[in-house]
């Protein structure tokens, strides 16, 4: 292997084509089309899964909603609004947003009349 070759490992594979001009190490896309700085949607298919959780909580109950393909700053807005709705606590943890309580019954509702498709997970 040249050195040449071990440079180019070294910064993350191709840095520039004739084609394309720059491109960026990291998505291996041209400069122009980089998604890389992005905030990305997380990743769903659009059904809000509403179910209740205890494990691993020390027997605490918590209701986790999963499967909205929101950005990061809207899944927060809307967290932030389901505690409002709840009157508890909660967070999002991975793209999950997780509520204090048993709250299925009320989070499906309340989803259902905010326009989201949502439906009961679980047992």
């Known amino acids: 292997m040249s050195n040449k070759q071990k440079g180019l490992q070294a910064l993350g594979g191709l840095v520039y084509s004739t084609e ?7 998505c291996r896309q041209p400069s122009g089309s980089c998604v ?3 905030p990305q949607a997380a990743q769903g298919d659009g ?3 509403v179910r209740r959780e205890t494990k691993g909580r020390g027997g605490k109950t ?3 909603v999963s499967g909205l393909p929101l950005l990061p ?3 927060k807005a809307l967290a932030k609004r389901m505690k409002t709705r709840c009157g508890c606590g ?5 793209g999950v947003i997780e509520i204090q309580g048993d709250q299925v ?3 499906c509702q309340w989803l259902i009349d905010e326009g989201f498709k949502a439906k009961r997970s679980g047992g």
Do not use: H, Y
């Open 90 to 94: 909660g967070g999002i943890k991975d």
């Open 62 to 64: 918590v209701t986790t």
């Open 20 to 26: 394309a001009g720059r491109m960026c190490p990291d």
């Open 105 to 107: 019954e009320l989070l």
């Open 47 to 49: 059904v809000a899964r």
């Open 36 to 38: 890389c700085g992005q």
């Open 73 to 75: 700053e809207n899944l």
